[in-house]
Structure formats: C-alpha cells, structure tokens
C-alpha cells in the first residue's frame, strides 16, 4: 500500500497506482467480509513486540470511502492541474506528495498500534500542509503555516499521551491496552491529553479556527481531500481510541463533547450562511458537519454510532463533490463570490447539479447518505430522551438548507453580466457529478455499509444500550 | 526522590514552557523552536521513564520511538522553515496575522 | 592510589582550570576578537590536558586514539571557527578594541 | 421479483428516467422531449389502468420492497388509495404536459424544466405510492426539492424570493415530520401504513407522546397543505409559470399535504384513534378556518392568479375537514374532493395562464369583456368556477354534498355553516369575473396580445383547459357510474371503516 | 576500587549534577524563548540541543543521544540558522529596530489582554500539575515488552537492542518515518521559488577544513553504521553525519554538477526507502510476512537497509539544508 514515487512523467503512474490500491482495498474488503476481522503482523512478530495491522468493518469502511474519494481527486487532478495558468513546476510535486497523503492514510486507518499511528499522523500532516501551501498564494501559505503549526501541536500531545499509556501499561497495541487499561490518574491524563490533541486535528468546535481558511485556501482536489477525509483520521483515531481504550465510564466528557459537537453545527452553520465566497462557506460547512459527529458521544448506543459514521461517509463523499463543483466554479469563472454566480453556474449545468446533489446529503434529506445518518442519530436522541440533540439535529439541518440554497438560489437567475470565461475538463465536471451521485446512492444501498459496521465488532461494547 | 522523576519533570516543565511560547509569540521561527522545545520535553518523558526500571539496562523500544520522533521532528522543522521564508517573500513578513476567533 | 590515576586527576584539574579561565575570559574580555583569542586557546590547552588525562586511564590503544583524534578535530574545528568569526567580524567593521 | 412488484417501481421509474434523459438533451432536441415526455405520461397511464383493475377485482396489492435502513424498508405500493391519487395526477400531468409544451415554446432552459417536471411527477407518484411513513418522506422532500426549480423557473429576483419562501416553509415543514416519522419509530417500531391504522395498542401507553407526534407531522403536512397558518407560500409562488402553479396546486404539492394528512389519520392512526385521542375535532376546526379565511382573502386579490391561489387554500381544506370530521360519509366526501378540486382547479389555471399568455391579461380588473374574444377558454373557465361554487351536477357539489352529510351523521351541525358560508364566498369571488368577462364590453385593446392564426389561441394551450372542464362536468354528472372517483372513494372508505 | 565507600557521595554528586543539568535545561529552554536576538535564540536553542545530549547520556541511551547531537542540536540549529540568515538577507533594514526590548515573560509582539493571560496561566498550570501528578502516581508497567525484546534479540540479526526495534520488531515506524523525511524534502522542494541567501566566497581556511573533514565524516557515517548493530549508532545517526558532511560541502560552495542533479539525485533519494521497501516485499514472496527477517540472515539485511538508508538519509537532510530545489550554480 506504500506508494511513493519521483519523477515527473507521474500522471499515468498515479492513476495506475490508484486504480491498484482500489483494487487491493477491494481485496481486502473481501476478505475482512469473508473471514470477519483480520490482523497482520508486521514482521511476524505479533502485536506485543512488533507492530499489527488490523483491518475490522469500521476500517474496511474507512479504506472504501477514502479508496472511492481518492480515485475521484486523482481523476479530478488530471483535470485540474494540467491547466495552463497551474504552473507545471508546481504542479509536479501534486502527485507525489499527494500519494504520500493517501498512503498515509491508508496505513492509518489499518493500524493498530499508538505509536505508529502518531507517525502516519505526521505524515498526513506534513504532506498536508505542502499540498495547500502548492496554491501558492499569500493566503494559502500562511494557513498552511498555521495549519502545520497546528498539526504538530496536536501531534505532541497525542504522542505525550502515548507516552504515559506505554509507560503505564507497557505495550502500544490498542488490543493489548484495552484489555489492561484500568483507570488512574495517568490514563486520565493521558486520555485528556490524546483527545485534545486529536480533536485539535478534527477541529472540534473551540479548536476550528484555523480550518475555514485552509480549507478554502488550497487548491481545490486538497481542499476536497482535506475535508473529506483528513479530519476524518484523527476523528477516527480519536474513536477508535475512545471505544477500546478510554474506560467506559465516561459520560460526563461524553456529554462535553457532544455540546461542542452542538456549538459546532450551529456556529458552522450561522457562519457558513455569512460567507460571500464559494469555499469559505463549504469550509464552515465541513465544521458544522463535523459537530455531528460528535453528537454520538453523549448518547453512545449502536445507533448513535453508525449514524455518525454514516454522517461521515457520506459527508466525505458529498463534500469531495462540493470541493470539485467549487474549483470548477472557480475555474470557469475565475472567481467564487456567491453573489456574482449567475452565469458561471447556468454553463455548468453538471456542476451545478453536482454541487445540488452534494449538497442534498449536506442537508440530510432523503435518499441521501446523510438523511440516513440523521435519522439514525434521531432515533439514537429519542431512544435515549435527549430532546435538546433532536432539536440540534434538526436545526442543523434547516442551517444547512439555507446556506446551500443560498448558492443554489443564483443557478436559476439570469444575468446579462457577461463574465470571462474558461473551458474546463469535462471529466472534471463528471467526477464531482458522479462522486455527489454516490454520496446519494449511499442512502440506497445503506444496509450494505451498516452491515460492514458490525464485523469485527468495533461498537459491541455498546450493542446492549 | 529519584533523578529520574527530576528529569520526567523538567520534560513536562519544558513541555508546558514550549506551549507557553508557542501561544504568546507571534513570530514564526519563535514558534518553530517552541515546537521543537516542546517536542524536546516529550521525548524528555519518553526516555526518563524508560530508565526507571530499575537494573538492568534501560527500555529500548521508548529509545527507538525517540529516535524516531527526533527525524519526524527535524523533517517537520526543515518544513516549517522553508514554509516561513515562503511566508516572508509573498507576504512581506513572517508573522501570522492575528486571528480572530471565527 | 595508583600514581596512573594520581596523574590523571592532577591532569583533569589543570584542565579543568584552563576551561574556568577560558570562561572567564570569554565573559570579561572587552571585545570578540579577545574574547575568542581566550576562548579557543584556552579551551584547546584545556581539553587537551583532560584528554591525556583520560588517556591515561584507557583501556586500550584504540580508545587512546580516539581521545586524541576528538582532541584533534576540536583543534581544527576551533580553529577554522574562530577565524571565521573573526573574518565576519571585521567584514562587518568591528574595530578591534584598543585600550 | 414477480411482476406484481415490479409495476410500482416501474410507476416511479418511468418519470425518473424520462426526467434524467431529458437534462441532456440538447434545448434544441424539442421533437424527441415531447415524445419522450408523452410516453412516460401513456405508459404510466396504462400502468395505473392495469393496477386498478387487480386492486379492485382481485384485491391484489403491488408491493415493491427494498431494505433501506435496519428493519425499516422502502416500499412502494399501490392500494385503494394511492390508485386514487395516482390516476389523478397521472392524467393530470399528461394533460398539463401538453399544456407545457405550449406554453413554454421558444423560452430558455426547457430542457431544464422539463427534466424537473419529469422528476416533479416521480416524486408525486412516489408520495402516492409510499407505503411507509419514511418512503413516504422520502418523495415528499423530493417533491420539495424538484419543484423549487420550477418555482424560480423565470429566474428574477422576485422567483428567486418566492423559491427561497416557499423553501422554508416546506423545509421547516420537512423537518417537523422527520421527528414526528423518526419519534413514531421509536415507540412504534414500524412505520408501514396499514388499513385502520398500527398505533392502537399504544395509546394507552404513550398517549401524549402520540398526541405530539401527531400534532408534528399535522403541522409539517400542514406547510404543503396550506392550512391557515401555514400557506404563506403559496401565494407567493405564483410568480411561476402558469404549468408549474396548476401542477403545484392541483396535482402535486398542496396535494401531496393533504393527502399525506390522509395517510396518518387513516393508515397511521387510524380514524377511531385518532377520534380517541382527541386530535380530530382541532384538526376540523383548523380546516374550517382556513376554507372560510381563504374565501375572504380571495375575495380581495385582484390577481387573477392570487385570487386562484387563495382560493385553493379554501378549496384544499374541504380534504382535510372531511378527513378530520372521521365519519364514512365525510370521509368519502374528503377523499372525492382530493379528485375533484384537482380537476377544477387545473382547469381554471390553464384558463389563466391562457389570458396572461395570449392576452397579457394578469388582473381581474383587465378581464372585461374577453368571454368574446376567447369563448371556449372562458367557457371552461366558468365551468370550473360554477363547480367550485358548487352548482350541480358539477364535481364542486358532489363533495359538498357528501362533506355536509357526513358531518351530519356524526352530528357536527356546524360543518354545514362552514359548508354554506364557504359556497355564498365562492360565488361572490368567482360571479364577478364571470359576470365581467360575459356581459361587460371589452376594452380597446388588450395588455399585450399574441397572435395565434385563427384559433383564438394556440390550440396545445386550449385543449388541456377543455378537457379538464369536461372532465369537471363528467365526474359530477357520472358519479354514480363505477371507476368514477366518487365510486373508488367510497371502495376506499369500505376498506378503512371495516378492516 | 573505593566503590564502596564513595557509594553515597557519588550518587549526591550525580543527584547535584542531574539537578543542574536539568535547570540548566530549563533555563536554556527559556532563553531560547524569551531571548529578545533571534539570532541568540537560535544559538540558545542549539546549547540547549546539545545538553539534551548530555541528558540522554545520563539516561542511558546513546543512541538517542547521538541522534540529538547531529540532527537535533547539529542540523536542526544549521537549518535555523541559515533560515534566519534568508530572512535577514530579506529586509536587514528592519530588523534593526524590532529587537530592542528587555522583556521578561517574552510578550513582545503579543497584545495579549490581562484575562486572557491569567486564563492561559490558569489553563498552563492545570496542565503541568496533571501532567506531574499523573507521571509521580505512574504505577509499574503492568506489560513487561522490554523481556521480550531481549528474548527475541538473538533471532534479530542484531545486538544493540534499539536498533532492533528500530530496523526489526518495529521496522514499520522507521520504514513511515523515512517517509517523512523524503516527505518534508518533497514538501520544500514543492514551495519552490526560495530565495538566495547572502553567499559569501568562503575563505581559504574553511575550503582547507572541508577537505579535511569530509572524508573523516564520511568514515564516521560508515563507522557508525556498521557499529549500528551492536552498539549505538546506526542508520540515522551515519546519516546526519553524512548531512552533516553534505552541510560542510555546500557551505563551501561546492554544488552538485548539473547531470546529477535531475534524476540521479532523486535515485539516491529515494534508494533508502526503495531498500526498505523492497526488501520487506521480496520477503512476502518468499512465503514470510511483510518485513519478516528470516533470523539467518536477519543481520546482513539490516545492514544492506542500513546502507542504503544511510545514503539516502545523508543526501536528503543536506537537500534539506539547501532549500528548495537544488540547481546548478558553480562548478567547482
């Protein structure tokens, strides 16, 4: 799954080499659907001593959305940065580092080990920031310079976290900790450190600040990568973690999370309706969903946990194609100010409609992804008599609603402005179509993805409630 | 008391005087070395409490993982560093504006 | 005590003593041009006294060569160093101190 | 898959797909639009033929399947009821296909407005369809989502606000039913609609519960039905073209309110429960209110197409109040109503749109005289305004007649004011235009005329408008023969009222 | 000898000497911070790399120490430095004035409000008495992977048991970590477009130091490397002394002739990584796990890794020192 590669003639390569890692993903997804849960250890040495890759459905499905994303912004990317005006010494490192950023990703979703996981951290971190600093502009360089910043504080605070669990229990493999994890002040220490650390990464509410402007900043198939999966790795590290090792008893910080979650998709919300441009209102978007992820922290019942990874799911997919119809705006019209969209999007009839039907599951309405999600997050809220997560969740969505429409508004109004205009590569136009397309038949076929959540039971300990 | 707590101390000590610096400066290379102080007290803790078994010779697998995070560190910084005279050229000074909290 | 190790002790406090007068130097000079002349010449008699000290108490040949190639290369380093500082001192236009 | 189950989905599909094909078709590509969009409208017409026949002769029931959540599925299914509403807004939309195709000739984005017709009907036909709660959300916010498109169709300012109006209302209204849908399932643990109703043995259990949720999806219907505190919308999304407001208040969305009303008293809760939890009696009340404030608010527009409009939101809550008074008699009278006003009321928009689009003519004020210059438009029109009066033998009076029975059976005397009060307004909104456009004399010149060869307008335009008066006239003269809506209403009645 | 007597003074002595060497650390820690020259925050900040070294000694792990040395204290503090030497050369004229301030909690530029000050305070001491507590109440481990290691060092092919762990039982992180080195170099070559610093002709007297020292860094990279097995040393530490040479090299002015700077550069580049990673496949094809060393020949194969990482790690920490894209300047 490590691909690296250097030379310039990397177009085809790249591709080649997704086309394999979807493949070899595919392969794995067999297998783990097969043969339930699977564990590998690096080296034949076995989890004390060396390091364990550990694929169950909750992985599985991380690797088949990042898979399906990443064969999109590749695609995407042969499109965009071929441009003239993307200047060719720039637009060589894309497939590189980018390739570094999947690979990753990849290695982080399978591993089972603290430590290891803190390196594949740093390196989505690190290939990260180069990607939105590839933009160039004085913007994007100088949030690529907080986001690095960032990054690497949140890092060391997992990786002090680490320390402490490793000195406390001796091992690094999340197995082997959660069967001795007991708590004491270290492990509260270290559980406080870890998870501000990760949420930082995750831009949990307080902590968002600085992910509009990165987000908006980038180029736009990184921008699409970012929000649709970078914050996703720490959020899944910081589940996993939160669902093996943390000690159950832990419901007051649950409910903290889960009013951050609460603020978040408010003030995502109220923010994202504020922008006047095109990518900073999708940026504030992906904080608004990323609040509802957090909601299942207080209620932590089965449901409420497969409706976050639902949310997540489909998010990814529908904010991959919201980032793309964006660029190709962009492109097209040279700008992404809402206000002046008239034109710009009634040419792009697919763009549009990618962007519409992205933001369909944004908003969670049905047959979207994200209407499976919310309802079962609604369900989850009701189960358990949290009336106030009902109405968030609600809200949320009438947030969303307005924030899109208020773009979508502008697709039917005529405008004699006549606007310079550039041609853009039609397959960049049908990856955003056919990625929003997907995030929509994720509802459809949603029995599918919430049966891979079950193998391998990562949310057992919560089957009962 | 042992030496060895005396130094996991002054790892956290350095730890928390390299978030200190890092919120309070605004200059970036002030913020790279307070990263890197930071990451200094870390690894501090990392290798103190390696020793701490007493005897024999000292934990190695926290040692490897040190290592490791010192190339993680210094590849970071070589970043980061790079990125600030980026910073510099297009922007005209290697300061993040300051930001408010929206 | 052995007379080997009687020497060794003698030879790590004359250099211990160059080390403190070398500091001293480098703190109460009055510019770098003299603060360097203190700092290198000093440094290197005092390191060289530790390390025939040392040498004294090796095992064998080999950590005998050792310590003095250590010794050799600070000589060397020190040496290109404190010329270059120097060098850029005077490009930059600082007069050597005079009385 | 048997056949049997593939007929719903094929209901659902043939729109769908005739709706995707037809965005990528070139705007030029106008020959190979119509022929697609016609198609669609026979083969779903044949398609209803056939599953009516087995309903009502076998009493066979459709069913398509497909798992679409833990234990809850999506299910399209054709029933006595949805047939009901399938037929109407099948023949209707054939009708106001043709409609479009003319009113629309030479204007921009048709291809985009044609696709989102298409996928307009998908959802109507889904929402009729729907045999669950969650299905049944499922299209209804499709519906939303496909007609905006068509509400800001003109693509000014003033579209773009009316869209972005008639979004909150409906998107508020969504939401409000998705916690009502998603609460019912977690007390009821199915959402399937079944004759008589599921929750009867937990109303001892959760009884405010099942007064909240009812009061939640009642207020979310209640947007698209425009009830009285809920209709702002509609007026205001007139500004569309003269098709889209037929389709929106005939066929499609106020429709798709009062009949998801329809579904939860008698498929969720059951008219006995619901009578028994007390939700029924306010719901008759609320509908009484908004028949008479409609009436009013209509008498005072000068708008052609408000005054349409107001009136509508009279007209549809003669649905509910048959529904909500839950008596047999009522209930047939509320569900015959749902065929009803949809036939008058498609009739007397085609006739406005024809003004406006011949004539110029948008105001009352300018109708003097035009019976003359346009008689078989304004003889349709006053067709479907004496039915909407309720004359006899018109369809108007039919469900009047059966509403204002029913309450008395149940003896709710004060129906039969409402009944009355709402006529005499009828008349005195819909007498004078009558009375302008036959006996005043006409004026110099119209607004803004068109010419369209000898006929007095296009004839794409004036055969919708004629058909549907006729068929205005025949429902009401041909109740009592079988397959007449007032027959199938009283079919579907039998099967609510003796599970 | 006297062992036995001296016990208790020893370990005074050591406790005194682990107590300065700890505030000193401190100190020099907050120096770096605090110090209003970021030229002296710079030197600051390498003393206190190099005293780390020192500690990491006194906790018995030279290996850490000798990686701190070169690339903590070594190469970091080069790349700082000329770093700071690239933004002066920016706009010498300003820096004049910003520096001039004797401050004391280091707020300088910061205009930061009393309350929030007191809150972060508040927050930071929160902090430092969690994290102390939570270290003192450290209980034993409950996990004893440190047996394990030694019980599985022979079948290791190696006997210095961090390098084990590093290139063996934990090879993966070090195979993802090389990643991230390649990756930074990718990441600053990517930003492109840096400028040149202020480059002075170098004297006679450090071209003639260069000469002499390369070849003996060259040695003592090999040295450290083949050393790496059974005694500290290994790949990373030869590898930044070879940077360290590379440093020197461009320093002097030396650039690499521009045939070399195309593709064979990126060849050697990414030959440590390709080492690694083939290795660990070829290894999968002959019927074993991914990186699973047959214990025969476990040794060997950690040294060809080693070799090649060596290189790699060299060529790429002095790229890394150059900034941006290495290009043909001056044949020498």
């Not at chain 4, 037929?87 to 291809?111: C, F, K, Q």
């Not at chain 5, 034993?140 to 063996?168: C, R, Y």
Request: contains cysteine; neutral net charge; glycine residues 8%.
């Amino acid at each position: 799954m490590l691909s690296f590669l250097l030379p310039q003639r990397v177009k085809l390569l790249g591709l080649l080499i997704a086309a394999g890692v979807v493949a070899a993903v595919a392969a794995l997804g067999w297998q783990v659907a097969e043969l339930g849960a699977q564990r590998y250890a690096i080296g034949g040495w076995g989890a004390p001593l060396g390091i364990d890759l550990y694929a169950d459905g909750l992985s599985l499905l991380m690797l088949m959305v990042n898979a399906v994303v990443c064969l999109g912004v590749s695609v995407y990317s042969t499109g965009y940065f071929n441009r003239a005006y993307f200047r060719r010494s720039r637009a060589i490192y894309f497939w590189p580092l980018w390739m570094f950023l999947w690979a990753a990703l990849n290695a982080l979703f399978l591993s089972s080990d603290i430590f290891n996981l803190y390196v594949t951290l740093e390196l989505l971190g690190l290939s990260a920031v180069a990607l939105v600093a590839l933009a160039g502009g004085a913007d994007a360089l100088t949030s690529a310079m907080r986001y690095l910043l960032i990054n690497l504080l949140g890092s060391l605070f997992y990786l002090l976290g680490v320390a402490l669990l490793y000195h406390r229990f001796g091992s690094l493999d999340i197995t082997i900790l959660s069967q001795h994890i007991e708590p004491s002040p270290a492990v509260w220490v270290a559980m406080g450190l870890m998870t501000s650390g990760l949420l930082l990464k995750t831009a949990l509410f307080p902590m968002h600040f600085w992910l509009p402007a990165a987000h908006a900043s980038a180029p736009a198939p990184v921008s699409a990568l970012l929000s649709a999966l970078v914050v996703k790795a720490s959020f899944y590290i910081f589940l996993r973690l939160w669902l093996e090792i943390f000690p159950v008893d832990s419901s007051v910080f649950g409910e903290l999370l889960g009013v951050l979650g609460a603020i978040a998709i408010f003030w995502g919300g109220v923010q994202a309706l504020r922008q006047t441009r095109l990518k900073m209102l999708i940026a504030y978007s992906t904080v608004a969903q990323l609040g509802y992820l957090f909601l299942a922290f207080p209620m932590a019942s089965y449901f409420a946990w497969k409706g976050a990874l639902f949310i997540l799911l489909s998010h990814a997919l529908a904010k991959t194609a919201m980032f793309m119809a964006a660029g190709n705006i962009l492109h097209f019209g040279g700008h992404d100010r809402i206000q002046d969209f008239d034109h710009v999007v009634q040419y792009q009839p697919l763009t549009s409609a990618a962007f519409a039907l992205a933001g369909i599951s944004i908003m969670g309405l049905p047959p979207s992804g994200g209407f499976i999600g919310k309802w079962l997050l609604l369900e989850a809220a009701i189960n358990s008599g949290q009336w106030w997560l009902v109405i968030i969740i609600i809200m949320g969505g009438l947030l969303a609603a307005a924030y899109i429409f208020k773009v979508i508004g502008y697709a039917f109004t005529q405008s004699r402005k006549s606007h310079q205009t550039r041609r853009v590569p039609i397959r960049m136009e049908w990856t955003a179509l056919i990625l929003a397309i997907a995030a929509i038949l994720l509802g459809l076929i949603a029995p599918w993805p919430l049966a891979i959540m079950d193998i391998g039971l990562p949310f057992s300990g919560e089957a009962a409630g | 008391m042992n030496t060895l707590y005396l130094y996991t101390i002054v790892g956290v000590g350095l730890f928390t005087l390299g978030l200190y610096a890092l919120l309070i400066h605004s200059d970036l290379l002030r913020k790279i070395l307070a990263i890197n102080i930071m990451g200094s007290g870390v690894f501090l803790i990392l290798v103190a409490l390696a020793a701490r078994t007493q005897g024999a010779v000292p934990d190695p697998v926290p040692h490897a993982m040190v290592i490791t995070g010192i190339v993680v560190a210094v590849s970071a910084t070589a970043l980061a560093l790079a990125l600030v005279i980026r910073v510099r050229t297009k922007v005209g000074h290697a300061n993040l504006p300051e930001q408010s909290l929206e | 005590m052995l007379l080997s190790e009687f020497f060794t002790v003698i030879l790590l406090l004359a250099g211990a003593f160059f080390f403190l007068a070398g500091t001293v130097g480098l703190l109460r000079f009055p510019d770098v041009y003299t603060r360097l002349h203190a700092l290198t010449k000093a440094d290197n008699v005092g390191l060289g006294l530790m390390v025939l000290g040392l040498a004294l108490q090796a095992e064998s040949w080999a950590m005998t060569g050792k310590l003095i190639l250590i010794w050799l290369c600070v000589l060397l380093s020190s040496a290109s160093v404190a010329h270059l500082i120097a060098n850029a001192a005077r490009k930059k236009g600082i007069e050597p101190w005079k009385q | 898959m048997s056949l049997n189950a593939l007929l719903p989905l094929l209901m659902v599909l043939s729109s769908l797909l005739v709706g995707l094909i037809i965005f990528f078709l070139p705007e030029e590509r106008a020959g190979i639009r119509i022929a697609l969009n016609l198609a669609a409208a026979v083969l779903k017409l044949i398609l209803v033929g056939v599953m009516s026949w087995g309903v009502f002769f076998y009493g066979l029931e459709y069913e398509f399947r497909m798992p679409l959540l833990h234990s809850q599925e999506l299910i399209l299914h054709a029933d006595a009821l949805s047939i009901l509403f399938v037929t109407l807004s099948t023949i209707l939309w054939l009708v106001t296909t043709v409609y479009a195709i003319g009113y629309l000739e030479d204007s921009p984005h048709r291809s985009r407005f044609f696709g989102f017709f298409s996928l307009c009907v998908m959802a109507t036909v889904g929402v009729a369809m729907a045999g669950n709660m969650i299905t049944f959300l499922l299209f209804y916010e499709l519906l939303t989502l496909t007609t905006y498109p068509l509400i800001v169709h003109r693509g000014t300012e003033e579209a773009r606000r009316a869209g972005r109006t008639y979004l909150i209302y409906t998107m508020t209204g969504g939401v409000l039913i998705l916690t009502g849908t998603v609460w019912l399932h977690a007390i009821a643990g199915s959402l399937d609609f079944s004759y008589g109703g599921f929750v009867s043995d937990l109303v001892d259990e959760h009884r405010t519960a099942l007064i909240a949720i009812f009061v939640l999806l009642i207020a979310g219907l209640g947007v698209k039905a425009a009830l009285v505190p809920f209709h702002g919308w509609l007026p205001q999304a007139m500004i569309a073209p003269a098709p889209v407001s037929a389709l929106l208040h005939a066929v499609a969305v106020v429709k798709a309110g009062a009949f998801g009303i329809v579904r939860v008293v008698d498929d969720v809760y059951g008219v006995e429960v619901a009578a028994n939890l007390g939700v029924t009696g306010p719901l008759a009340v609320l509908a009484g209110v908004t028949i008479i404030y409609g009436s009013i608010r209509a008498l005072f527009q000068d708008d052609l197409k408000r005054r349409l409009a107001f009136s509508t939101i009279s007209q549809v809550s003669y649905i509910v109040l048959g529904i909500a008074i839950a008596g047999p008699l009522a209930t047939i009278g509320g569900l015959v109503h749902l065929v009803h006003q949809g036939v008058m009321k498609i009739t007397l928009f085609f006739c406005a749109g024809n003004l406006a689009e011949t004539l110029g003519i948008h105001k009352i004020s300018e109708m003097n005289g035009v019976g003359r210059r346009m008689p078989w438009t304004m003889t349709a029109f006053t067709i479907g305004a004496f039915g909407m009066i309720g004359v006899p033998p018109l369809a108007g009076f039919v469900s009047k007649w059966y509403l204002g029975l029913g309450a008395l059976e149940v003896g709710q005397e004060w129906v039969i004011y409402v009944l009355a009060g709402s006529s005499l307004l009828n008349a005195a909104y819909f007498l004078p235009i009558l009375y302008a456009a036959w006996f005043k004399l006409p004026t110099d010149s119209w607004p803004d005329e068109r010419a369209f060869g000898s006929g007095e307008t296009a004839w794409t335009l004036l055969l919708p408008a004629v058909i549907t008066a006729f068929l205005t006239l025949a429902v009401g003269l041909l109740a009592s023969m079988p397959f007449s809506p007032l027959h199938w209403a009283r079919f579907i009645t039998t099967l609510e009222y003796l599970p | 000898m006297e062992a036995m007597t001296s016990l208790p003074l020893m370990t005074l002595m050591q406790l005194l000497f682990d107590t300065l060497l700890g505030f000193a650390l401190l100190w020099l820690g907050w120096r770096a911070l605090a110090s209003p020259d970021l030229f002296q925050a710079i030197v600051l900040f390498i003393a206190f790399g190099l005293l780390m070294a020192i500690v990491w000694v006194r906790l018995d792990a030279p290996d850490v120490a000798l990686a701190e040395a070169a690339i903590g204290a070594g190469l970091t503090g080069a790349l700082l430095l000329t770093t700071l030497a690239r933004l002066e050369a920016k706009n010498r004229s300003k820096s004049a004035l910003e520096k001039k301030h004797k401050v004391w909690l280091m707020t300088e530029n910061v205009k930061l409000k009393t309350a929030s000050f007191l809150w972060l305070m508040v927050i930071l001491m929160l902090l430092v008495s969690g994290l102390v507590y939570a270290v003192l109440t450290l209980q034993e481990q409950t996990f004893e992977l440190q047996m394990l290691v030694s019980k599985n060092l022979e079948s290791s092919g190696v006997s210095n048991p961090v390098t084990a762990v590093l290139l063996n039982f934990r090879g993966y992180d070090t195979l993802l970590e090389m990643s991230v080195l390649l990756l930074a170099l990718l990441g600053v070559w990517s930003f492109g477009g840096i400028p040149k610093p202020h480059e002075s002709l170098p004297g006679p007297v450090l071209n003639m130091l260069s000469r002499l020292l390369i070849p003996l860094l060259i040695i003592v990279a090999g040295y450290f490397l083949w050393v790496g097995s059974d005694a500290p040393g290994g790949a990373f530490q030869g590898g930044s002394v070879l940077g360290a040479a590379g440093v020197l090299l461009l320093l002097v002015g030396w650039r690499l002739c521009i045939r070399f700077v195309g593709l064979p550069l990126r060849i050697i580049l990414v030959f440590g990584l390709g080492v690694f990673v083939s290795a660990a496949v070829v290894l999968i094809f002959l019927g074993r796990q991914f990186m699973e060393y047959p214990p025969s020949v476990a040794g060997a194969l950690i040294l060809l890794i080693e070799a090649a990482a060596t290189l790699s790690i060299g060529i790429t920490l002095a790229a890394l020192f150059l900034v941006g894209r290495p290009e043909f300047r001056r044949h020498k």
